[in-house]
């Protein structure tokens, strides 16, 4: 809806290709420019990719890849949550790597790729709720500071969201463990859009 050309990916061509028919259906009143992939031709086709799996996925989705991020941006959403071994889904897991986007950049090392940390903060039923505007920052953290320019530009074009750069890509640490605390809280109070904002903060 922003302008910007999309490539989905998925395990299996067939299932991208099915969320495309479907968010092309679902936008009809928009010229989406879409398409459907298996991971490893969106990633090679793509030149930023966005990593939105769950942990259990997270390390064969990114060495299934890897050859094709060579010098790319990579945010990466993943959330170390219990829900990956059958615990609950505000409990958070730590991880060796210190976080899953830490994770992610020592599977890439010497790729040269730029790993972010980013939407680990911003429910499905938000991004999902079109065109409707999100009441919510984008949190993010990196140790490429062009590559977080180029990530809070894209971001920026979601309406509503505001991208703030954490620092470097070790603050993913307590980034992601704020999902889970969220996530109790939508529970609590029965709600699927609880986020977060950050005030008295000029940037």
């Known amino acids: ?9 998925s395990r299996k061509e067939e299932k991208a290709l099915d969320v495309v028919a479907k968010a092309k259906e679902d936008l009809a009143d928009y010229d989406l420019n879409m398409v459907g992939m298996a991971n490893e031709d969106a990633a090679k086709a793509g030149e930023v990719l966005i990593l939105t799996v769950p942990l259990a996925a997270q390390k064969p989705t990114v060495e299934g890849i890897k050859e094709f991020c060579t010098d790319k941006i990579v945010m990466d959403a993943t959330v170390p949550l219990e829900t990956a071994i059958g615990g609950k889904p505000f409990r958070f897991i730590d991880l060796m790597e210190g976080s899953a986007a830490e994770r992610t950049a020592s599977i890439l090392e010497g790729t040269g790729a730029k790993v972010i940390c980013a939407f680990c903060n911003i429910s499905n039923s938000h991004l999902s709720n079109i065109p409707e ?3 919510c920052d984008c949190l993010i953290a990196g140790d490429d500071k062009e590559a977080k320019e ?4 894209i971001i920026n074009k979601i309406p509503g969201i505001k991208t703030i750069d954490c620092g470097i890509l070790e603050k993913a640490r307590i980034i992601e463990k704020i999902t889970p605390l969220l996530i109790g809280l939508n529970i609590k109070y029965k709600s699927h859009y609880g986020g977060l904002r950050i005030t008295g903060i000029k940037f």
């Open 1 to 9: 809806m922003a302008g910007v050309e999309v490539i989905v990916g």
């Open 150 to 153: 180029i990530a809070a530009e």
């Open 133 to 135: 505007e999100i009441d």
